[in-house]
Antibody
Framework: QVQLVQSGAEVKKPGASVKVSCKAS????????MHWVRQAPGQGLEWMGW????????NYAQKFQGRVTMTRDTSISTAYMELSRLRSDDTSIYYC????????????WGQGTLVTVSS | QSALTQPPSASGSPGQSVTISCTGT?????????VSWYQQHPGKAPKLMIY???KRPSGVPDRFSGSKSGNTASLTVSGLQAEDEADYYC??????????FGGGTRLTVL
């Protein structure tokens, strides 16, 4: 069974950056796109963007362009999401979600990483 | 890209059926047959329940079904069970390698 394991919770100050990792196992890493989705406390899901682990190509939701960077290290089957210039309203659970290349839905999800932005 | 519109809440008694709607535009829901639905229990990660409008992943009960008409997609849960109580989110491909979620619907089993 595909497994996505994310890094632990983070506490950051406004203006700082955070980098969340998502380690994949039990499948061919380059065979799945990796999406990032966030959920503010008590709120809904918000799609942030995705990365093609094979090519490194990315696409970000317009809201996050200029502040988010998604990368990957195929040697260790890990995807990363870095969000900069953090604000208090970036406090959320950040999820990675994998979709088979060519598909348009998210088959597998990480457990989520809570990022708290507070002074 | 605006969020898809879902009712904030829905409810039904055990054994009954309930349908949750998801309204978008011709640029997302209406333009592609790539609507998916996710179930999320409190404190848990989302789980894929329906993809490509009406397909069910292996392991998802056939009580869950999906459909689409124009710019509105729907998720129907038949034979409601207590464990179906959760938040449900629709998602649609929106073109140009973009995706968009709905605001979510809290399903209560009375």
């Amino acid at each position: 069974q595909v497994q996505l394991v994310q890094s632990g919770a983070e506490v950051k100050k406004p203006g700082a950056s955070v980098k969340v990792s998502c380690k994949a196992s039990r499948y061919t890493f380059t065979g799945y796109y990796m999406h990032w989705v966030r959920q503010a406390p008590g709120q809904g899901l918000e799609w942030m963007g995705w990365i093609n682990p094979n090519s490194g190509g990315t696409n970000y939701a317009q809201k996050f362009q200029g502040r988010v960077t998604m990368t990957r290290d195929t040697s260790i089957s890990t995807a990363y999401m870095e969000l900069s210039r953090l604000r208090s309203d970036d406090t959320s659970i950040y999820y990675c979600g994998a979709s088979v290349v060519g598909d348009f839905h998210f088959d597998y999800w990480g457990q989520g990483t809570l990022v708290t932005v507070s002074s | 890209q605006s969020a898809l519109t879902q009712p904030p809440s829905a409810s039904g008694s055990p054994g009954q059926s309930v349908t949750i709607s998801c309204t978008g535009t011709s640029s997302d829901v209406g333009g592609y047959n790539y609507v998916s639905w996710y179930q999320q229990h409190p404190g848990k990660a989302p789980k894929l329940m329906i993809y490509d409008v009406s397909k069910r992943p292996s392991g998802v009960p056939d009580r869950f079904s999906g459909s689409k008409s124009g710019n509105t997609a729907s998720l129907t849960v038949s034979g409601l069970q207590a464990e179906d109580e959760a938040d449900y989110y629709c998602n649609s491909y929106a073109g140009n390698n973009n995706w968009v979620f709905g605001g979510g619907t809290r399903l209560t089993v009375l």
